[in-house]
């Protein structure tokens, strides 16, 4: 869907309720953030900040009018950015600039449509979590003295946060939430080694789904909290399958995965139908299928974007 010399690492989909396709990417060689829309025959492509390196890390949210939001990292700043459109065009500011960011950010808006973005903070190696009420930023300390890579926010529906992180030195998979008085945060899988890749899903109760590479199977699985206890189990592998994985919950609290196959550099796609897990292919031209985001249309059919690495493009699939 964009072939222009090299974009698509760091990318995030979302679908409105036209089921229409939204994209936020990154251009690697412009160091330029970058965002598309079909609007119904073509893509509409337009560069949303190219002041500096900007734009990796991204992650796009849509309000209740299908008016994009996006959280990303300033590299020349080492600082964190958003980025809004209005009727009048894009509006970006700088959230935080105190001290170098990570290569993570996750964003959700909550019922009113306010921002909540959760990052790393590499210089006091601290996750972060910033919520904008009115025009001001509030800052919170999620936790301490440790070095995450990857995480993955998700509101519940009191608008209470749900992150899921990795400790990439501790190489475990975190869990936190807000009980509306601080953070109760534990940690899952550790059965094994968890590497970068980390994705957070909320079902209908409220409980949470996370899919994760284990490095210790090398291995896509899947952990979820029952009420009572976690249960996990490997989704596919062994084989190196699982890395870039991305996880929606149908409106059954079915799992959706898309994933990146290592070994094969193959686009991989997991459903559970209500029984036993469907593994399928998606794309295998060339090494592609890594930054994956996926999306459900209100549909239940899944969408994805995702970077072709040999060819250096933003790919999307979807299911009809």
Same mark, same amino acid.
């Given at each position: 869907?964009?072939?222009?010399?090299?974009?698509?690492?760091?990318?995030?989909?979302?679908?409105?309720?036209?089921?229409?396709?939204?994209?936020?990417? @990154?251009?690697?060689?412009?160091?330029?953030?970058?965002?598309?829309?079909?609007?119904?025959?073509?893509?509409? &492509?337009?560069?949303?900040?190219?002041?500096?390196?900007?734009?990796?890390?991204?992650?796009?949210? /849509?309000?209740?009018?299908?008016?994009?939001?996006?959280?990303?990292? =300033?590299?020349?700043?080492?600082?964190?950015?958003?980025?809004?459109?209005?009727?009048?065009?894009?509006?970006?500011?700088?959230?935080?600039?105190?001290?170098? @960011?990570?290569?993570?950010?996750?964003?959700?808006?909550?019922?009113?449509?306010?921002?909540?973005?959760?990052?790393?903070?590499?210089?006091?190696?601290?996750?972060?979590?910033?919520?904008?009420?009115?025009?001001?930023?509030?800052?919170?300390?999620?936790? %301490?003295?440790?070095?995450?890579?990857?995480?993955?926010?998700? /509101?519940?529906?009191?608008?209470?946060?749900?992150?899921?992180?990795?400790? @990439?030195?501790?190489?475990?998979?975190?869990?936190?939430?807000?009980?509306?008085?601080?953070?109760?945060?534990?940690?899952?899988?550790?059965?094994?080694?968890?590497?970068?890749?980390?994705?957070?899903?909320? =079902?209908?109760?409220?409980?949470?789904?996370?899919?994760?590479?284990?490095?210790?199977?090398?291995?896509?699985?899947?952990?979820?909290?029952?009420?009572?206890?976690?249960?996990?189990? &490997?989704?596919?592998?062994?084989?190196?399958?699982?890395?870039?994985?991305?996880?929606?919950?149908?409106?059954?609290?079915?799992?959706?995965?898309?994933?990146?196959?290592?070994?094969?550099? =193959?686009?991989?796609?997991?459903?559970?139908?209500?029984?036993?897990?469907?593994?399928? %292919?998606?794309?295998?031209?060339?090494?592609?299928?890594?930054?994956?985001?996926?999306?459900?249309?209100?549909?239940?059919?899944?969408? &994805?974007?995702?970077?072709?690495?040999?060819? @250096? =493009?933003?790919?999307?699939?979807?299911?009809?």
């Amino acid at each position: 869907m964009d072939s222009a010399q090299d974009v698509g690492p760091w990318n995030s989909l979302a679908i409105d309720n036209s089921h229409y396709p939204h994209i936020s990417y @990154y251009d690697a060689i412009d160091g330029d953030l970058e965002y598309a829309v079909w609007n119904g025959s073509d893509w509409d &492509i337009e560069t949303v900040d190219s002041k500096g390196d900007v734009g990796q890390c991204n992650s796009l949210a /849509l309000n209740h009018s299908a008016e994009p939001r996006i959280s990303y990292i =300033d590299v020349d700043e080492g600082s964190l950015k958003f980025a809004e459109w209005f009727s009048s065009g894009w509006r970006t500011q700088t959230v935080d600039s105190r001290d170098e @960011y990570g290569n993570c950010t996750s964003l959700a808006l909550d019922d009113a449509g306010k921002p909540h973005i959760t990052y790393s903070d590499l210089s006091w190696c601290n996750l972060m979590y910033v919520v904008r009420k009115s025009s001001s930023w509030y800052f919170a300390i999620v936790d %301490t003295q440790i070095t995450t890579t990857n995480n993955s926010l998700v /509101l519940d529906g009191s608008d209470y946060p749900h992150i899921a992180y990795n400790d @990439y030195y501790g190489q475990e998979l975190h869990y936190a939430c807000w009980n509306a008085d601080g953070w109760d945060i534990e940690t899952v899988g550790t059965v094994d080694f968890v590497g970068e890749h980390v994705s957070l899903a909320l =079902d209908n109760a409220g409980n949470p789904h996370i899919a994760y590479y284990s490095k210790s199977y090398t291995a896509l699985k899947l952990i979820r909290w029952t009420g009572t206890r976690w249960e996990g189990e &490997i989704v596919d592998g062994p084989g190196q399958v699982g890395e870039y994985n991305s996880l929606a919950l149908d409106d059954s609290g079915n799992p959706h995965i898309s994933y990146y196959d290592v070994t094969e550099g =193959d686009l991989k796609y997991a459903a559970w139908n209500g029984s036993n897990w469907e593994i399928e %292919t998606v794309d295998s031209d060339g090494d592609v299928g890594k930054y994956t985001s996926l999306a459900l249309d209100p549909k239940g059919n899944p969408r &994805i974007s995702y970077y072709d690495s040999g060819n @250096y =493009d933003l790919k999307y699939a979807r299911r009809y």
